[in-house]
């Protein structure tokens, strides 16, 4: 049985028709000690159902360890989002609401293999000579975070130099707290800088490659 009903299955097909090339969802789960952990799997089964090109390959972080080291997932529930290559997406909690519409713009993104910005934003991010992290705060209720989002997929897509976690804030309260996170959409750039809000394309590029890299 579906994770979702009839007409929700028929709204991601048209959402996912775009779909070019293969994507791989990597889910690393576990049974004890996650509450979203079953939920997450049966969503991302039944999404996979919509469009062949989707596909889903489930691991435990600890019987997978290797592969949890190999993708950098550090937490349950936690995905990795690959197309033709490993562009460095990582999704981290359940995507309900209007995570779930950021989760599908990554697919798609990753699909392209293209990062759909402006020449502008491309020539700004090829300035970029030192490792970005982001992670990005959000929020099942929040329609302003698949945005900020979107904006950090887009860029991992861009530049090898980039890596984009798009975490859900009501997951992960230790997160919460070590980032000061009080409203979402929060972008934290390798825990040093942040964004507050959905910003316009331009200033989220600016700041995210003119923040300063943490000290080595």
């Not at 707290?177 to 316009?200: E, N, S």
């Amino acid at each position: 049985m579906s994770y979702f009903s009839d007409q929700e299955q028929q709204a991601l097909a048209a959402r996912l028709a775009p779909m070019t090339n293969p994507v791989r969802l990597v889910l690393f789960t576990q049974a004890i000690g996650c509450e979203t952990c079953p939920a997450t799997e049966r969503s991302l089964r039944s999404l996979a159902e919509v469009n062949p090109l989707l596909t889903v390959d489930v691991r435990n972080p600890v019987l997978d360890a290797e592969d949890a080291a190999t993708y950098g997932v550090s937490r349950v529930p936690g995905i990795a989002i690959i197309g033709e290559r490993d562009y460095g997406m990582r999704f981290y909690g359940a995507p309900d609401g209007y995570e779930m519409v950021s989760l599908l713009e990554g697919i798609l993104l990753a699909s392209a293999g293209d990062s759909q910005l402006s020449d502008e934003a491309r020539a700004t991010i090829a300035t970029l000579s030192s490792p970005r992290h982001l992670q990005i705060f959000s929020t099942p209720t929040c329609p302003h975070c698949p945005k900020a989002v979107r904006l950090g997929w887009q860029m991992a897509i861009e530049s090898e130099h980039v890596r984009t976690d798009a975490i859900s804030a009501v997951e992960y309260p230790d997160l919460v707290q070590q980032h000061r996170v009080t409203g979402v959409p929060k972008t934290v750039i390798d825990g040093t800088a942040d964004i507050l809000g959905a910003v316009p394309e331009t200033q989220f590029v600016e700041t995210v490659v003119g923040a300063a890299p943490p000290a080595s």
